[in-house]
C-alpha cells in the first residue's frame, strides 16, 4: 500500500463507519435482509496491501461497529474472516492483465462482471460469519441461510449503489 493511499484510506474508514452507524443500521427489510455496508471498506482496500495490514484493519473495523452495535467481536471476526480471505479470492480471480500496484478493486476499474464475482462471495462470508455466530449454532440454520442469502443481496446492492453515487465521470474537455 501506498503512503499516498493512507488519507483516502483514513477518510473511507470514517465515511464508511458513519454511514452504518448511523444511517444503514437501521436498514432491515422484512427482519431477514440486513444491511452491512462498512463492509465495502475492507473490499475496496487496493491489492497491494499486506494481509497482516488488512487484518488489522479488518479488526479495527469490526471492534468500532462491535461497540456500536454492542456485540461482543462478531463484528470483528467477521471482519478479519473476509480480510483473511481477501488476497486468497483475488489470486484466484485475477483479470487479464493482472493487478497493478495501488489499483483499488472498484466497479469503475475492474467492471461490474468482476465485481460480482469478487464482492458477492466475500460479502456472503462475512455475513455467514456473522449470522451463524449471532444464531449460536445450527438449530436455526434455515432461517439462518435465508438472513444471510438476503442480508448479502442487500448489502452488495447497496455498496453498488454507493459506488455508482461516488464514481466521477471523466470528461474530454
Known amino acids: 500500500m501506498n503512503n499516498q493511499n493512507i488519507p483516502g484510506l483514513i477518510i473511507s474508514f470514517f465515511v464508511y463507519l458513519i ?3 448511523l444511517l444503514v443500521r437501521n436498514l432491515v427489510l422484512f427482519d431477514v435482509a440486513f444491511c452491512y455496508v462498512y463492509v ?3 473490499l475496496l482496500i487496493p491489492f497491494d496491501t499486506g494481509r497482516i495490514v488488512l487484518m488489522l484493519l479488518g479488526l479495527l473495523c469490526g471492534f468500532v461497529v462491535d461497540i456500536f452495535y454492542d456485540t461482543l467481536g462478531i463484528h470483528a471476526f467477521a471482519c478479519v474472516f473476509i480480510a483473511f480471505i ?3 479470492w483475488t489470486n484466484t480471480i485475477p483479470p487479464r492483465g493482472g493487478y497493478e ?3 483499488k478493486p472498484t466497479i469503475k476499474i475492474m467492471g461490474f462482471s468482476w465485481f460480482l464475482t469478487y464482492g458477492l462471495p466475500l460479502i456472503f462470508l462475512h455475513h455467514l460469519a456473522i449470522f451463524f455466530i449471532e444464531a449460536g449454532g445450527m438449530h436455526l440454520f434455515g432461517f439462518t441461510i435465508v438472513k444471510v442469502i438476503f442480508s448479502s443481496i442487500l448489502t452488495f446492492i447497496v455498496v453498488v449503489i454507493l459506488q455508482y453515487l461516488f464514481y466521477q465521470r471523466r470528461r474530454n474537455l
Open 101 to 103: 500496484m495501488g489499483m
Open 19 to 21: 454511514l452504518q452507524v
Open 86 to 88: 481477501k488476497p486468497l
Open 40 to 42: 465495502a471498506f475492507i
